[in-house]
């Protein structure tokens, strides 16, 4: 699989959009872009995946870059529960292969 | 049930006695992975289960370290002989759309003193 990186950490204003960037430069054609999120003591939390094209649902919004070699995390009304641990991972879908956990990115929205 | 449950969740043990951890999968769901995460750090991959396969093991950090599961159902991470770098939060998920991907377990926080 694929590495990623993110920006160890980050600050938003609560009510005020998070946009949580990811680079995976390497990403192969069958990979696809994860995101989760780890609150404190809990355990990780899956909270949207995409191809290439955008993907929205009920938690935020996937942004994938046209070269897919970055994509981007929003949050548009960051709330002071989003506080948490932001995971990026591609990973190839249908395989048994695990998803690679990095270290994330860090964002505490500020009230 | 309607989540991942993973029991105990606190376990404290003596240094150089075994402990058995359990993760209950959603029902119907084929794939359970085990993680690790020490404190402040990310996670580790143990073992993966797929449905009767043979498990991938390639994430145990020792011989110490074991995993069964009895086909989609309860699976069990054993540590024989704990050390204290086995302090960490284990993590259980299990899967059964691989694209959506897992639902994790709140975890089992193992101390070794």
């Known amino acids: 699989d694929a590495k990623t990186t993110q920006p160890p950490s980050m600050d938003c204003a609560e009510g005020r959009a998070a946009n949580l960037p990811c680079n995976h430069s390497t990403i192969s054609g069958n990979e696809y872009v994860y995101w989760y999120r780890q609150i404190h003591s809990q355990g990780p939390q899956y909270i949207i995946h995409?191809?290439?094209n955008n993907e929205t649902n009920e938690m935020a919004s996937l942004i994938i870059t046209e070269d897919r070699k970055s994509s981007t995390l929003i949050l548009p009304h960051a709330t002071l529960r989003d506080t948490a641990v932001y995971y990026c991972i591609v990973r190839v879908v249908n395989t048994g292969n695990q998803f690679y956990f990095g270290t994330g990115t860090s964002l505490t929205v500020i009230p | 049930g309607a989540g991942v449950s993973q029991s105990p969740s606190n376990k404290v043990t003596e240094k150089g006695k075994d402990v058995e951890l359990r993760c209950d999968p959603i029902s119907g769901h084929t794939a359970l992975y085990w993680y690790r995460q020490r404190l402040g750090q990310g996670l580790e991959f143990l073992i993966y289960?797929?449905?009767?396969?043979?498990?991938?093991k390639s994430g145990l950090p020792s011989d110490r370290f074991s995993a069964e599961r009895t086909g989609e159902s309860v699976s069990t991470l054993t540590i024989q002989r704990t050390q204290q770098e086995d302090s960490a939060v284990y993590l259980c998920?299990?899967?059964?759309?691989?694209?959506?991907?897992?639902?994790f377990g709140s975890g089992t926080r193992l101390t070794v003193v």
């Open positions: 995409g191809l290439k």
């Open positions: 998920a299990s899967s059964s759309d691989r694209g959506r991907g897992y639902t």
């Open positions: 289960f797929q449905g009767n396969s043979a498990p991938d």
